[in-house]
């Protein structure tokens, strides 16, 4: 009964292919985000979605392309992987009214070669 | 151009004694406060929340102190327990923007109580 969970948890990869990740949540809440987390440990808000609707995207190159087939999910897509974007991703979601309690995924580990 | 900045990587405490963590930001627009906690191999989880209109907010062992002149948060854990080793995320968020949903997360404290 995982609340938000991610596949997959490890992802390795060479430059240049293209990937996604997954992510889906059952607490009922109607925005979904994504966060990279980089090698110095920062978090970043990558993009927001509420009720399927984008409404944070932030300075990522377009390479990375969120999709949300409903509200449960929120898919991460990446073209053209290249070595910096080798991270841990992260998603999670809360209720738009309480947007600062956000419940996140255990992450997944993308490393590119 | 870090907002939110925890300046100390690590913390090493005993089991039983405060554990004081810090966190300053930097933009004005500010006004709600969080702190995450994370576990290996796990995602953050929300610990607790202030809100700027105060300066003070305690839920059980944990205590936030938001000092906005400052621009200085903390989190004081009374008793640690060597469960509470984790690493701790400070963030923030201004609620006009994007009602609240952006958070920026400062770079994080590995706190470690011992037994």
């Known amino acids: 009964d995982t609340a938000v969970s991610q596949t997959p948890k490890y992802l390795v990869t060479q430059m240049g292919n293209d990937k996604s990740i997954k992510c889906e949540q059952n607490?009922?809440?109607?925005?979904m985000y994504w966060y990279k987390q980089d090698s110095k440990k920062f978090l970043k808000i990558m993009f927001s979605y509420n009720n399927k609707e984008l409404i944070i995207n932030e300075t990522v190159p377009n390479r990375f392309s969120p999709k949300s087939p409903d509200k449960a999910h929120l898919n991460l897509h990446i073209n053209s992987l290249e070595l910096g974007d080798s991270a841990v991703y992260f998603c999670a979601s809360s209720q738009w009214t309480r947007p600062y309690e956000q419940y996140f995924g255990p992450g997944t580990r993308l490393t590119v070669t | 151009d870090q907002q939110v900045k925890q300046n100390s990587p690590s913390l090493s405490v005993q089991e039983g004694r405060i554990s004081i963590l810090n966190c300053d930001y930097t933009?004005?627009?500010?006004?709600?406060f969080l702190w995450y906690k994370k576990y290996p191999a796990e995602g953050p989880t929300f610990l607790i929340s202030i809100s700027s209109i105060k300066d003070k907010n305690e839920d059980g062992r944990f205590t936030v102190f938001l000092n906005k002149s400052a621009k200085h948060l903390s989190l004081h854990i009374v008793p640690s327990q060597p469960g509470d080793s984790a690493v701790y995320f400070c963030?923030?968020?201004?609620?006009?923007?994007?009602?609240?949903?952006?958070?920026?997360f400062g770079e994080g404290t590995q706190l470690t109580v011992n037994p």
């Open positions: 963030a923030a968020s201004a609620e006009k923007e994007t009602s609240g949903s952006r958070l920026t």
């Open positions: 607490l009922g809440h109607d925005t």
């Open positions: 933009n004005s627009m500010f006004d709600y």
